[in-house]
């Protein structure tokens, strides 16, 4: 195949290795830019190309979720991510969780592979610096935590400040450390799994957990900087403000969780689920929190089973950047201001794993056609399906943008009377139906 422009991509997370990947299996030489291990972001621990920095989870496979649904959508596009995904997993239930390490090395691998990727170990610290001239398009998939250099150079291409929230990440603990004579292995609704460790919590002990929350000292945020939170990653802390049994009806719910050994139901369970393979390492599952790490010890350890754990990361916060796309970025995802440059992930508003790694794929699909063929840019998936929903979230105003993960809520509504029990099916089953005939016409599969 004659070889087509290049292409640079700033940022080696998971929108920035699905973008390169995509583009070099079409044809495209790509150069990828990742900053690591001359200098990391405060949350990253390693060298290795899209690593996780939160949890190891990629949430729900059912296909009755938006992130199922997303998720199936990828795969029939030729993920990179959802390929390394599958041979990495771990057990979690309804989930798809990642050993990170597996994770991370499967992905790299796959970058190297490509020959038309040229891996370049470098900070971009500008839009005009010089290792970009030359290339036809420029992608910024530097994530969330992209450096305070490139962040302002960002943020004054689009005439104005960023957004941004913060982001909690959950502590991690040795699993030989945990008490097993108080715990249990178990998945909700399905006992027979060993997919999660349930740490049983009674009133009084949840009680007493939620005020040591409430008067344990947090880590400051920056002077110059307003605490702004993600819903869907709200640190521990901030959701036992809101009320009593907030845990308790939330991550902490004990529904579908029977005791094998008493058949209780106990009035609060706290789940610790494997980060790797081998089981060794367990995330306390929403407890992500922005506690000092002296206070994060003497906190979680009266979760009961975990009076002696053993931590081996402490849970952390830091600020994700992103842009409001629906006024910044065109259909392409391209700056208004900036044309030829484009951005890639949790930077333009999606929110997550999975919807970072799926807004990178459909870039790479985009810039594929756009600077080789006819240059006939591909149409978009429907909104009625989730990568397409995910993509009109970004060009749709708001008086106050937030960014959003894949959900039902993003599609447009199913225009007939359904009970509530069955909307989800009936929304899971368009979104199939569209989603096959939008790829049967457009050419898009891997």
């Not at 004054?156 to 715990?183: K, M, N, Q, T």
């Not at 894949?406 to 139906?433: C, Q």
Request: glycine content about 10%; proline content about 6%; overall charge neutral.
């Amino acid at each position: 195949m004659e070889r087509m422009a290049r292409v640079a991509v700033i940022g080696g997370g998971l929108a920035g290795c699905e973008c390169a990947v995509r583009l070099a299996r079409a044809g495209v030489d790509v150069t990828l830019f990742e900053m690591r291990p001359g200098r990391r972001s405060p949350a990253h621990v390693g060298d290795g190309l899209a690593e996780l920095v939160c949890s190891n989870s990629f949430r729900s496979e059912e296909a009755e979720t938006g992130v199922g649904l997303l998720k199936m959508e990828m795969r029939e596009l030729g993920s990179v991510v959802m390929e390394a995904a599958e041979a990495t997993r771990v057990p979690a239930g309804k989930a798809l969780a990642v050993d990170r390490d597996l994770f991370s090395g499967r992905v790299t691998a796959a970058v190297r592979a490509e020959e038309r990727i040229a891996l370049v170990r470098r900070e971009i610290a500008s839009l005009d610096d010089a290792a970009l001239e030359g290339h036809a398009a420029v992608v910024v998939a530097a994530g969330p935590l992209a450096s305070d250099a490139l962040s302002a150079g960002l943020a004054a291409a689009v005439g104005g400040e960023h957004l941004y929230f913060y982001d909690a990440i959950a502590p991690i603990v040795e699993a030989d450390s945990v008490d097993l004579d108080v715990c249990w292995w178990g998945s909700r609704y399905r006992p027979e799994e060993k997919d999660y460790l349930n740490c049983p919590m009674d009133r009084d002990r949840y009680l007493a957990f939620r005020q040591a929350l409430l008067d344990a000292e947090k880590a400051p945020a920056r002077a110059f900087e307003k605490e702004v939170h993600f819903e869907g990653c709200m640190p521990i802390e901030a959701l036992a403000e809101r009320g009593e049994d907030t845990l308790a009806f939330g991550p902490f719910k004990p529904v579908g969780l029977e005791d094998p050994r008493t058949g209780a139901i106990h009035h609060a369970v706290v789940q610790l689920r494997p980060e790797n393979r081998a089981k060794t390492h367990l995330n306390l599952v929403g407890c992500q929190t922005k506690l000092k790490y002296g206070e994060q010890e003497r906190v979680f350890r009266s979760i009961p089973g975990l009076q002696n754990a053993v931590f081996t990361r402490f849970g952390s916060v830091h600020r994700n950047t992103f842009v409001d796309a629906p006024r910044v970025l065109g259909p392409d995802l391209a700056l208004l201001a900036r044309p030829g440059v484009h951005l890639a992930g949790q930077i333009t508003g999606v929110e997550g794993y999975v919807e970072s790694a799926a807004c990178g794929l459909w870039l790479g699909i985009h810039l594929a056609r756009t600077l080789g063929g006819d240059g006939a840019a591909p149409t978009p998936p429907p909104a009625t399906t989730a990568l397409g929903s995910l993509l009109a979230h970004l060009r749709t105003e708001a008086k106050k943008f937030q960014p959003s993960n894949a959900n039902f809520g993003l599609m447009p509504p199913l225009n007939r009377r359904a009970p509530k029990k069955v909307r989800k099916t009936l929304y899971a089953e368009r979104a199939r139906s569209d989603f096959a005939a939008w790829l049967a016409a457009s050419g898009c599969g891997a």
